[in-house]
């Protein structure tokens, strides 16, 4: 049996001054009795035994009355865990400082409440214990062993912090740490979202006892920008721009009349007014126009209190002031593509006959148009192949005067495998992919009866499962026409006829324009409009050439980030680990020059201000031992015992029952009489 301390030297006292005095009174009363010799003669043998029995009893009921009433006020318990070690015990805590410890309750907000807790549970343990802290930020200082003063100066600085962890990485944090000869004490001070304690069953360390502190905050709604993207295939300077921004309700009741507002380049761009139904997501699309080439910098905010932290989302984008593309042409097939191109000024358009193709070149291109070539080589198959896997976009059209034998090597060498005959049967096109993103915003209306391109002459592709290949235009028979097939990093699409107006109408064909159009603009790779805090470990950039000394910086005010890079086919890759903490927008700097920008941020995890009850955590800890502490609950060194039991009800229970057995002798028993 085990006691608190302080108090229990007291409490032996306690115990044992009515012992002494009630025997002080025993033996007072033999003398009483003994004095009285004539007296207690004239009774009856069996009046004088009975007499002796009872008082004896009462005695005895008083004196463990007694004893029971103190050892209640000791605390005694059972328990299973090893005594506390002279080399003391390790103490861990852990403070829960996302951004929904925002919240406040009677106590002020959470944050500040379990920083208060953490401080009282410290105080219990002895002046040999070590502590350690732990906190999201799963920070290098807090993972070493301190003393009480030390522990209390870290748990001053803890502030709110955007990282996100679960319930899991933290106890999988608390293990990490051996604790040796020591008793090991877990305390976990949090408010249990859903999203922080999850579903699965927790694994846990069978020789350490979890010990779960809830802290409530009130009942809050909430809204919060949820996402945005874009619908534009490409930014261009002065056209307009469509972004699509999610607001999501995460409260149980409707939210009316939340405003949303885009910023671009601290500039405001666009207003809207949204109503959201509870538990909900509303999309909205916001349109703009007459933006300058370069880096933009972007922010939708909206206005919901009191929960602010998920109240804007920053993201940035380039407006590319032209769009780069190569024509790899035979003879004089590619006037159509001149034609179209070249009205534009966007488009910056170059020509490469075929007998002068410089393979050196390709990387600068964001498109590459193949028309009419009469000997494409194995040479040129391999180029492409890898300037597809950088990210490239080829178009090829086909010459059909040409063997089917030699374009038919040279789209196996391009990584397609399919066999090629020419076929002269003249039919129309029969299906067009209207839900394709190519032309998805091509018809306001569609009609009844599209007219479709006509073919004289064409080339039947086969060898290739259709799952492998996106048909944007199919043929009778589900042949192919124009297809899509994606090629690593980079795509093809195939033509199945030439731009010869001998062998179809499709160059002069109404859809032939936005066909082109759309391929060249969603040939531009375009970074993601934003990453997450904690979970994007690198970030994409276009391909990057650097000297072997040479660095790259990420620069956001006066933080400044060296990522570690790596040049991979297509673009380079630089991987930042958990280097950027705080929300905002970093530049990326090759010397003094800027190649990108990049927005961090948090996670929408915390703002589901659901949280888990009492069975939740129960069910997820399973077997594993552990003790759950609501709000203004016992915080003393007993709720971390290892399987203790607690004995003080136990003992006012046997206090009260040999009182009551000391009033049943007084009552019932037969007294002595005179």
Request: overall charge positive; proline content about 4%.
């Amino acid at each position: 049996m085990n006691f608190l301390y302080p108090g229990f030297l007291f409490s032996l006292l306690a115990v044992a001054i009515p012992i002494l005095i009630h025997l002080f009174n025993f033996r007072k009363f033999k003398k009483i009795y003994f004095s009285n010799v004539a007296f207690l003669k004239a009774v009856t043998v069996q009046h004088s035994s009975r007499e002796k029995l009872r008082n004896l009893l009462i005695l005895a009921c008083r004196i463990l009355a007694v004893i029971f009433l103190v050892l209640a006020f000791a605390r005694p318990y059972w328990s299973s865990g090893t005594a506390v070690l002279e080399s003391g015990s390790l103490v861990q805590i852990y403070i829960d400082n996302s951004y929904s410890m925002e919240a406040v309750n009677k106590e002020g907000s959470l944050l500040d409440e379990a920083k208060r807790k953490a401080k009282e549970i410290a105080k219990q343990f002895q002046l040999n214990d070590k502590f350690e802290l732990l906190t999201n930020d799963f920070e290098g200082r807090h993972q070493r062993l301190v003393n009480l003063e030390e522990l209390t100066n870290l748990i001053d600085e803890v502030k709110i912090s955007p990282a996100e962890r679960n319930l899991q990485q933290v106890i999988n944090r608390l293990n990490n740490t051996a604790a040796g000869k020591r008793n090991q004490y877990n305390y976990i001070l949090s408010d249990f979202q859903q999203q922080f304690a999850g579903k699965s069953v927790i694994q846990t360390n069978s020789k350490h006892t979890i010990n779960l502190v809830r802290l409530n905050a009130n009942t809050i709604p909430n809204v919060a920008v949820d996402s945005v993207w874009s619908l534009s295939p490409a930014h261009k300077p002065g056209d307009q721009e469509k972004f699509v921004v999610q607001l999501r309700n995460y409260s149980a009741n409707a939210s009316s009349g939340i405003p949303v507002k885009l910023t671009i380049n601290n500039q405001q761009r666009a207003l809207a007014t949204l109503n959201i139904p509870a538990g909900k997501s509303v999309r909205d699309t916001l349109s703009f126009s007459g933006l300058s080439a370069g880096w933009q910098k972007a922010k939708i905010s909206i206005k919901d209190f009191p929960v602010t932290f998920d109240d804007e989302l920053t993201f940035t984008f380039k407006v590319s002031s032209e769009l780069k593309i190569l024509q790899l042409t035979g003879e004089s097939s590619g006037k159509y593509i001149n034609a179209l191109f070249g009205a534009d000024p966007y488009f910056k358009l170059s020509s490469m006959p075929e007998p002068a193709i410089t393979y050196a070149d390709f990387h600068q291109y964001n498109l590459i148009v193949l028309s009419g070539l009469k000997t494409p080589s194995s040479g040129l198959a391999q180029e492409l192949k890898t300037y597809m896997k950088n990210g490239g976009t080829v178009v090829i059209f086909p010459d059909l005067d040409v063997n089917p034998v030699i374009y038919s090597s040279f789209i196996q060498a391009l990584g397609i495998p399919q066999q090629i005959t020419l076929s002269k049967d003249t039919v129309n096109v029969s299906t067009i992919a209207l839900k394709n993103k190519v032309f998805n915003d091509v018809f306001e209306e569609i009609p009844a009866k599209l007219d479709l391109p006509k073919v004289n002459r064409h080339f039947i592709y086969s060898g290739i499962a259709k799952s492998g290949r996106e048909d944007l235009m199919g043929l009778p028979l589900n042949q192919p026409f124009f297809s899509k097939y994606r090629l690593a990093a980079g795509q093809l699409y195939l033509s199945a006829a030439s731009l010869n107006v001998k062998d179809s109408n499709l160059p002069q064909h109404p859809v032939f324009v936005p066909l082109l159009y759309k391929i060249a603009l969603t040939s531009i790779q375009e970074q993601p409009l934003y990453y997450t805090i904690g979970q994007s470990n690198y970030l994409s950039a276009a391909p990057v050439r650097m000297n072997p000394n040479q660095s790259l910086r990420l620069v956001s005010g006066k933080q400044e980030v060296i990522p570690e890079v790596r040049q991979v086919p297509g673009q380079t890759l630089l991987y930042i680990a958990d280097q950027i903490k705080a929300p905002g927008i970093f530049e990326l700097y090759k010397a003094d020059s800027l190649l990108s920008t990049y927005a961090f941020n948090q996670g929408l995890a915390e703002s589901d201000l659901h949280y888990a009850d009492d069975k939740a955590l129960e069910h997820i800890f399973g077997a594993n031992k552990v003790n759950m502490t609501k709000a203004g609950g016992d915080l003393s060194i007993k709720a971390v015992e290892n399987n203790h039991t607690e004995l003080w009800k136990l003992c006012l229970v046997l206090c009260a029952v040999f009182l009551a057995v000391e009033a049943l002798l007084i009552r019932f028993f037969n007294k002595l009489k005179t």
